[in-house]
């Protein structure tokens, strides 16, 4: 059984960096057959992908997200985090870790509430 | 708006059987891309229930059935319970977007 737990403030300042982490447990995330992802769900609104990367380091990200957002790999710790830029209020959500199983999300955190407020 | 659309509500009685409609496009579903389902409980995270369009994984009882034709798919759930009051999401991957994941708006299952 993989067990995943997302980490970090949860209270971000608007402007500052959102920054978030995912400890696994209960498998490695140098496995070369997962991408580690986060999602994030608004308040009362639906799930939306902010971005996965491999454990050889290989990213993807939302293109709506794109240009503030950096995910990364610590392969020693066998953790993978989360940074957000310039966050708004608008970024103020339920934050979820998730491993794909080459497709499916097949194992989620149960997900860490972050709030953007001053 | 969400890339893959969902009605936002459906209901039915104990022991019914209800569909819930995930429709996209040629650059996802259309694209030969697979469709996964997800039920989220309550205040809790997003759990997969059917995956490869048509999978359950073996704790998720067979009442719950997917499928997929052309630009959409669908979630079919039979014998209706009150447990299975919950949101149910669906997921595909995109190709005009550099091939990233995308989720419809989801969709909230009241039973009556």
């Known amino acids: 059984q993989v067990y995943l737990q997302e980490s970090g403030p949860g209270l971000v300042k608007p402007s500052e960096t959102l920054s978030l982490t995912c400890t696994v447990s209960g498998g490695s995330v140098t496995s070369g057959t997962y991408y580690w992802t986060w999602i994030r769900q608004p308040p009362g609104k639906g799930l939306e992908w902010i971005g996965s990367i491999s454990y050889s380091g290989s990213t993807n990200y939302n293109p709506s997200l794109k240009s503030r957002v950096t995910i990364s790999v610590d392969t020693s710790k066998n953790q993978f985090s989360l940074k957000l830029r310039s966050v708004t209020a608008a970024d103020t959500a339920v934050y979820y870790c998730a491993r794909a199983s080459s497709d499916p999300l097949d194992y989620w955190g149960q997900g860490t509430l972050v709030t953007v407020s001053s | 708006q969400s890339v893959l659309t969902q009605p936002p509500s459906v209901s039915g009685a104990p022991g019914q059987r209800v569909t819930i409609s995930c429709t996209g496009s040629?650059?996802?579903?259309?694209?030969?891309?697979?469709v996964h389902w997800y039920q989220q409980l309550p205040g809790t995270a997003p759990k997969l229930l059917i995956y490869?369009?048509?999978i359950r994984p073996s704790r998720v009882p067979d009442r719950f059935s997917g499928s997929k034709s052309g630009t959409s798919a669908s979630l079919a759930i039979a014998g209706l319970q009150a447990e299975d009051e919950a949101d149910y999401y669906c997921?595909?991957?995109?190709?005009?977007?550099?091939?990233?994941?995308?989720f419809g708006g989801g969709t909230k299952l009241t039973v009556l």
């Open positions: 490869g369009n048509t």
């Open positions: 997921q595909s991957y995109d190709s005009s977007l550099s091939g990233y994941v995308v």
């Open positions: 040629s650059s996802n579903i259309g694209a030969g891309y697979h």
